[in-house]
């Protein structure tokens, strides 16, 4: 008679278990680490990208209405129809009201003549923080 064979384990013991499993969630982490910064480049793209539709709009208002609006009529030119000197002749809505606001909810901010661009207008987001004059704007200059 043969001596018995040992059979072979077909499972995975507990210390393997936990050693895949931290293996994969210190891969994710690092993974969600890495994205962060990512997810703040696509937010600055966005802005970059409204920004220049917004002045291809103001280059239609301007064909339009012979002139662009002014610092105190906005970006909201675009939306509805100016009721303050100076009022275009031909108007009609350029963009949606949503497209006049960045990712993080505020308007973008618009003057004319500009003080980055004082042969034509500034426009520009105030970034992240919502406060004019800090590191993170993002404008046409």
């Known amino acids: 008679m043969k001596a018995p064979v040992r059979q ?3 499972a995975f ?7 895949v499993l931290g293996i994969i969630s ?3 982490g690092m993974g969600v680490f890495m994205m962060t910064d990512v997810f703040g480049d696509a937010e600055d793209a966005t802005v970059k990208g ?3 539709t917004l002045r291809t709009n103001l280059i239609r208002y301007k064909t339009m209405g012979t002139m662009y609006p002014t610092t105190s009529q906005g970006l909201d030119a675009l939306v509805k ?4 000197a100076p009022i275009p002749q031909r108007w009609k809505q350029f963009v949606p009201e949503q497209a006049i606001f960045d990712p ?4 973008y901010q618009y003057r004319y003549p500009g003080k980055h661009n004082p042969d ?3 426009i520009y987001s105030l970034g992240k923080d919502g406060q004019e004059g800090t590191e993170d704007d993002i404008g046409n200059w």
């Open 8 to 10: 072979l384990r077909k």
């Open 13 to 19: 013991t507990l210390m393997e278990m936990l050693l």
């Open 26 to 28: 210190l891969l994710v």
């Open 50 to 52: 409204n920004i220049q």
């Open 81 to 84: 129809k100016p009721t303050e």
């Open 104 to 107: 993080w909810g505020n308007k």
């Open 120 to 122: 034509s207008y500034d």
